[in-house]
């Protein structure tokens, strides 16, 4: 039999990660992360912080997109699992379940304007995405797909073949045909792909994370919201990074003032403890699950515990309170690393709309060098895998002044150390 027992020593424990990972799992991976300095095996996580194995601390501004928003092993969603456990399993997806029945019914509440009410539960966003897009599809009779040339949204087959193509391309699975690009931001571009009046959907990332969180310009997403209905397309919201309140709104969009057709949000409803995503829809998009019950089946989407967990998650996530900190901190930390950067003008720009941030550097390719610089401080955060010159910044929706304080100093200390030629060197490409 196996030997399921943990390792004795942080050093064996970290051996074993690396050399299995390494062997079976993501050779590449292993290796990028090593050359870039940032050899990370996980061991204890609580709230904002990690720990490596062997016992250092990381602040954690990467929060895996969203999905640790309300902290690592959050105590409160931990009892919740734990309390579901003694009633449920995963749950047969033909029939009704009031776990998945009563998430839908929230998430039906606090859809943009309330009008998003057919869900789909998945076990990921990529297959949410897969989801909102073929119901694009089916709704209009119409195959195109719009979306932004630096937009990710996720690894399976319609979802990886929209946005950026090159890693659908890498396995000729990228499907130019149907699959449309334009760049972020340009209405003119927009209005020109539109005029086709062949396109399906337009699906937005709607301030994009790998591209470094650039916001859009003023008046951009109504003005594309009013080209779509003139041209009889769906829009579709992923909101899988800036959903969930972490624009100090439920959902980014409507804080730019837009009601889309269909949503997709994951990471942060899982809680960072049960796999759920989910693809709300409007009513033209929705239609289809009126004659057609079996249009999507997912063994795993919606599972009842992870219908319990995704409900408790989607509750705090929501709060007033939680919104009202989403914003107030992302004005804090907008308002202290401004400071910092007018003493270290290599940092050039802090983007920020609620705690969906990007710090900004002069060097096209700073960030490379700047993840490891923190990494060295205690603060695990990316770059942006679209562009380096970004770190992606992405506190917890709960966190605090004081931990801000501290990160902030870390920001610093790290930038001197960049600075004084102290600081870690980094070559790769990224991911997100
Ligand atoms: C904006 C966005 N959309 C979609 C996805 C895909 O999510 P998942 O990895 O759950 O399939 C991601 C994942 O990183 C994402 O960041």
Same mark, same amino acid.
């Given at each position: 039999m196996a030997d399921y027992t943990p390792p004795a020593s942080a050093s064996a424990a970290k051996a074993r990660a690396? $050399?299995?990972?390494?062997?079976?799992?993501?050779?590449?991976?292993?290796?990028?992360?090593?050359?870039?300095?940032?050899?990370?095996?996980?061991?204890?996580?609580?709230?904002?912080?990690?720990?490596?194995?062997?016992?250092?601390?990381?602040?954690?501004?990467?929060?895996?997109?969203?999905?640790?928003? @309300?902290?690592?092993?959050?105590?409160? @969603?931990?009892?919740?699992?734990?309390?579901?456990l003694d009633h449920y399993d995963i749950g047969n997806h033909h029939f009704p379940s &009031?776990?998945?029945?009563?998430?839908?019914?929230?998430? &039906?509440?606090?859809?943009?304007?309330?009008?998003? /009410? #057919?869900? $789909?539960?998945?076990?990921?966003?990529?297959?949410?995405?897969?989801v909102a897009i073929k119901s694009a599809r089916r709704a209009t009779g119409r195959r195109r797909i719009v979306a932004f040339d630096c937009a990710?949204?996720? #690894? %399976?087959?319609? %979802?990886?073949?929209?946005?950026n193509p090159r890693d659908a391309a890498a396995f000729l699975s990228d499907l130019?045909?149907?699959?449309?690009?334009?760049?972020?931001?340009?209405? /003119?571009?927009?209005?020109?792909?539109?005029a086709r009046d062949d396109i399906a959907a337009f699906l937005v990332e709607v301030i994009p994370a790998t591209a470094g969180f650039a916001l859009p310009p003023a008046g951009y997403y109504p003005e594309l919201r009013r080209l779509c209905d003139e041209h009889g397309t769906l829009l579709i919201a992923d909101e899988v990074q800036t959903g969930l309140g972490r624009t100090g709104d439920v959902w980014a969009i409507e804080g730019f003032g837009v009601v889309p057709d269909a949503l997709v949000t994951g990471k942060g409803l899982s809680g960072g403890l049960y796999p759920v995503a989910a693809a709300l829809l409007g009513a033209r998009a929705g239609a289809w699950l009126d004659t057609d019950g079996w249009g999507y089946v997912s063994t795993f989407g919606g599972s009842e515990l992870g219908s319990v967990v995704?409900? #408790?998650?989607?509750? @705090?996530?929501?709060?007033?309170?939680?919104?009202?900190? &989403?914003?107030?901190?992302?004005?804090?930390?907008?308002?202290?690393?401004?400071?910092?950067?007018?003493?270290?003008?290599? @940092?050039?720009e802090v983007r920020e709309r609620g705690l969906v941030m990007g710090l900004r550097f002069a060097d096209p390719r700073g960030a490379l060098r700047m993840a490891p610089a923190l990494f060295e401080q205690g603060v695990w955060a990316m770059f942006a895998g679209f562009d380096p010159s970004v770190i992606q910044?992405?506190?917890?929706?709960?966190?605090?002044?004081?931990? &801000?304080?501290?990160?902030?100093?870390?920001?610093?200390?790290?930038? $001197?150390?960049?600075?004084?030629? %102290?600081?870690?060197?980094?070559?790769?490409r990224g991911s997100r």
């Open positions: 690396l $050399v299995g990972s390494h062997r079976h799992l993501m050779p590449n991976r292993v290796e990028t992360f090593e050359q870039l300095g940032l050899s990370l095996v996980i061991g204890r996580r609580e709230g904002y912080r990690l720990w490596d194995v062997d016992g250092r601390e990381l602040l954690d501004f990467h929060l895996n997109g969203g999905t640790f928003n @309300l902290g690592h092993r959050n105590p409160d @969603l931990i009892a919740t699992l734990v309390g579901a &009031a776990p998945r029945a009563e998430l839908a019914a929230d998430l &039906a509440r606090v859809s943009p304007g309330g009008l998003l /009410d #057919r869900v $789909v539960l998945t076990p990921s966003a990529s297959e949410a995405i897969d990710y949204h996720g #690894r %399976s087959g319609l %979802s990886g073949a929209a946005g130019p045909d149907e699959f449309v690009t334009v760049p972020y931001g340009d209405l /003119d571009a927009a209005d020109a792909a539109l995704a409900r #408790r998650a989607l509750e @705090l996530s929501t709060t007033p309170a939680a919104l009202a900190n &989403a914003r107030h901190m992302g004005t804090y930390f907008r308002t202290g690393l401004e400071a910092v950067a007018e003493r270290h003008p290599g @940092l050039v910044w992405k506190p917890g929706l709960l966190v605090d002044e004081a931990y &801000a304080d501290d990160a902030i100093a870390r920001v610093e200390r790290a930038l $001197v150390a960049l600075e004084s030629g %102290s600081g870690a060197t980094a070559r790769p």
